[in-house]
């Protein structure tokens, strides 16, 4: 199983970035995918979680209203859209998998098993 994260970049405060988290090697039809980031010396933290069954969703405070996550099945995809970004945005964001979970979205990194590259997304003020 892959997943392969894209669609990180340089954004100014305030713009929008789109990421991606293309799963291959598996279909998912009962998972929860997580995206995750982690900035320089600190642990990775848990952002926003969709369960793949059924597009339930959970954010962190810091994020709601602001990102938005989805999936895509016919795709295998999950995405992560951000707007209003800010400069505390800019870290390394992750995409995750618990594939032994269907309705619960954990927010504990090692609950995942599966996991992408990180893409970095920096803020500029």
């Known amino acids: 199983v892959q997943l392969q994260a894209s669609g990180g970049g340089l954004v100014q405060a305030g713009g929008s970035l789109r990421l991606s988290c293309a799963v291959s090697?598996?279909?998912?039809?009962?998972?929860?995918m997580g995206w995750f980031r982690q900035a320089p010396g600190k642990e990775r933290e848990f952002v926003a979680g969709?369960?793949?069954?059924?597009?339930?969703?959970y954010y962190i405070d810091s994020v709601k209203g602001r990102f938005t996550i989805s999936r895509d099945n016919a795709k295998n995809t999950v995405y992560l859209q951000m707007t209003a970004m800010k400069p505390g945005d800019t870290v390394v964001y992750y995409c995750?998998?618990?594939?032994?979970?269907?309705?619960?979205?954990?927010?504990?990194?090692?609950?995942?098993?599966?996991w992408g590259q990180g893409t970095q997304v920096t803020v500029s003020s």
């Open positions: 090697g598996r279909t998912f039809n009962t998972a929860v």
């Open positions: 969709i369960t793949w069954s059924a597009g339930r969703t």
């Open positions: 995750a998998a618990d594939s032994r979970h269907n309705s619960l979205i954990l927010t504990t990194a090692n609950r995942y098993d599966y």
